[in-house]
């Protein structure tokens, strides 16, 4: 595998479910993030992390529990989501700076 | 209130000929600014940047012009061909660590007719 990967790609929960979006960077980078991207908005920056610390927390909903146990991995635990959550979330990482981040391919999430 | 705004949702052109993807931003703060790239089920990927230092940059067939008084930004694709069909999105920061926030635009559907 190379860059950053996310499974699964694609997810169908219902509003009481729980589930996790996993990432994976395979570049040796010390930042990840997520992202929401719903349709014909702006990507939404949600977390990010720094050396698997939370430095920013977008005012993101607690139903949306982030998880980094090393700076490969970063998962994204759902909780009791809305219908309105439904959208792609993408993870991405870079080294040092946020200019150069490399996203992964998404996860589409509906929330039924 | 959207910082970085692109007004075109799409945009349709002739193979050949010149793609021109408009962007607008409104905090003058920003000193970097950059355009992805994404196609369907694929994660955006990065296409070209372009430092508030400078006014133009280009690679290839695509170039970047910056107008800092304007706060506007535009991509140019050179000819147009049909694998340039894509989303397009713009983006500004003045990141110079992962604490800082890059800002991105709705984003402009190109498509390229053969």
């Known amino acids: 595998e190379t860059g950053v990967t996310q499974t699964p790609r694609h997810l169908v929960m219902g509003m009481t479910n729980k589930k996790s979006l996993k990432c994976e960077q395979h570049?040796?980078?010390?930042?990840m993030y997520w992202y929401k991207q719903s349709a014909k908005k702006p990507l939404e920056l949600m977390f990010v992390y720094n050396f698997k610390e939370q430095t920013e927390n977008n005012s993101v909903p607690s139903r949306f529990s982030p998880e980094c146990p090393n700076s490969s991995h970063l998962f994204l635990h759902l909780h009791t989501l809305q219908p309105e959550d439904s959208a792609l979330y993408l993870c991405?990482?870079?080294?040092?700076?946020?200019?150069?981040?490399?996203f992964g391919p998404g996860t589409r999430l509906t929330v039924t | 209130d959207q910082q970085v705004k692109q007004n075109s949702p799409s945009l349709s052109v002739q193979e050949g000929r010149i793609s021109i993807l408009n962007c607008d931003y409104t905090n003058s703060m920003f000193d970097y600014f950059l355009w992805y790239k994404k196609y369907p089920a694929e994660g955006p990927t990065f296409l070209i940047s372009?430092?508030?230092?400078?006014d133009k940059n280009e690679d290839g067939r695509f170039t970047v012009f910056l107008n800092k008084s304007a706060k506007h930004l535009s991509l140019h694709i050179v000819p147009s061909q049909p694998g340039d069909s894509a989303v397009y999105f713009c983006a500004a920061t003045r990141a110079k660590t992962s604490y800082d926030k890059v800002i991105f635009g709705p984003g402009t559907s190109l498509s390229v007719i053969p």
């Open positions: 570049l040796g980078h010390n930042a």
């Open positions: 991405a990482s870079s080294q040092g700076s946020a200019r150069e981040q490399y």
């Open positions: 372009i430092s508030s230092i400078k």
